[in-house]
């Protein structure tokens, strides 16, 4: 069947239809990622976008549900130039033909990505439909690209109640986060132990309590703090800074999601009142927005985003760059930040964006990118280490009291 992706500048690519039959209209943006397909397509991150990977093959390893970053993709479309229907993977579970077609996922493959990827570096981040209607009327469907918004999508990819993750459990139990489920998560898990017993792997718990903003988490930031022994609580993103100052976590963890943090008001004033504590605090990506827009900083929308596995940042107290993967098309504004709120701790090497800021006398730190997303090197996956070090100093916690 035929599908068309019509932009908001009037180009039209025509392709194959894959996944879902229905239309759909979305934020176009790419991703260069070489690998790592279903992480991108289960990363809450891509809410309210259609993603277009930038590889020209996709899906030849199938799909993994151990590797899912959620418990259901999140993207509004996926655009491809090849899809490679027949997975060759013996730790396959399905095909990514049937595991968008099952989430109601709509795509198109077979268009030149390298085209619409040009084009989307040139003109920058723009809107576009994917539909099968080979009858649409370009001048009535342009009107709705330009008015359309991602809108408030924190709400919508975020957990709907508290609930804990325990670091004595298993991987396999703990499971991916953000979503409703599409797969009976408990018995997947049961059975992915009896055919991977590697995945059985008990963990020592420091004591450490972390309470999680999931904000659209991405399951393996809670998985990197169980990884080390904390207790992780997981709390909706609406959740009042007073219940969790009161739940009296040794460090608080505000995660990844998707959108323009400016529209995220209500958050942004509790996590205000989490910065006036003496709280050890570490944000990724969108909670480092946040942070910064709840300190009077401000932050700015990129030309085309920054999403991939292969990103250089440099850590500026060290001047070693690591690589980074990274899913985000705002960024915080330095040039509007207040030295004695915080300083930049990492830049983009690319452009010279921020990529992470220090606190100026709290325990707080920020970055940008994603240290739990390990595209290949664990490069900054210290940065949790580093946390689980500020925990262990802060006075608030058994071993900060036995260091004091």
């Not at 007073?242 to 739940?247: G, P, S, V, Y």
């Not at 709120?341 to 690319?350: G, Y």
Request: charged share 25%; hydrophobic share 35%; with cysteine.
């Amino acid at each position: 069947m035929k599908a068309f992706l019509i932009l908001e500048d009037g180009t039209v690519f025509e392709g194959t239809h894959i996944g879902a039959d229905k239309s759909v209209i979305s934020e176009i943006v790419f991703n260069t990622s070489m690998a790592g397909y279903l992480e991108v397509l289960t990363d809450p991150s891509y809410a309210g976008q259609a993603v277009c990977m930038t590889y020209p093959l996709i899906g030849n390893y199938g799909v993994c549900r151990e590797d899912m970053e959620s418990l259901k993709p999140w993207p509004d479309g996926f655009i491809v130039r090849e899809l490679s229907r027949v997975p060759s993977n013996f730790r396959s579970d399905l095909s990514i033909q049937q595991f968008l077609s099952e989430n109601g996922v709509p795509g198109i493959a077979g268009i030149d990505t390298r085209a619409l990827t040009r084009i989307l570096r040139e003109k920058g981040t723009m809107n576009g439909m994917i539909t099968t209607d080979a009858d649409f009327d370009i001048d009535e469907i342009i009107p709705k690209l330009k008015a359309y918004t991602t809108g408030k999508v924190v709400e919508r990819v975020s957990c709907q109640e508290k609930y804990s993750l325990s670091p004595s459990r298993t991987l396999a139990d703990n499971g991916p986060l953000s979503g409703s489920a599409t797969f009976d998560s408990e018995a997947y898990a049961a059975g992915k132990r009896e055919k991977c017993p590697s995945m059985v792997k008990e963990l020592n718990g420091t004591g450490l309590k972390v309470a999680l903003l999931d904000f659209g988490a991405k399951g393996n930031i809670a998985h990197s703090l169980a990884q080390r022994g904390c207790e992780v609580t997981v709390y909706p993103a609406l959740t009042k800074a007073e219940e969790i100052i009161q739940d009296a976590p040794d460090g608080i963890m505000l995660s990844n999601g998707p959108g323009d943090p400016k529209e995220c008001v209500d958050i942004i004033a509790e996590i205000k009142k989490l910065y006036d504590t003496d709280i050890p605090i570490f944000a990724i990506c969108l909670g480092h927005q946040l942070m910064a827009l709840a300190t009077g900083a401000d932050t700015y929308k990129l030309k085309y985003g920054h999403r991939g596995g292969n990103h250089p940042v440099k850590d500026l107290a060290t001047g070693r760059v690591y690589i980074s993967s990274q899913n985000h098309g705002y960024v915080v504004d330095t040039d509007k930040l207040d030295p004695k709120v915080a300083v930049p701790a990492f830049i983009n090497v690319n452009d010279g964006t921020n990529e992470g800021l220090s606190y100026t006398g709290k325990h707080i730190f920020t970055v940008q990118f994603h240290p739990e997303a390990c595209p290949g090197p664990q490069d900054s996956g210290y940065l949790f280490d580093r946390f689980i070090q500020m925990m262990k100093d802060y006075p608030g916690t058994k071993e900060g009291k036995a260091n004091a």
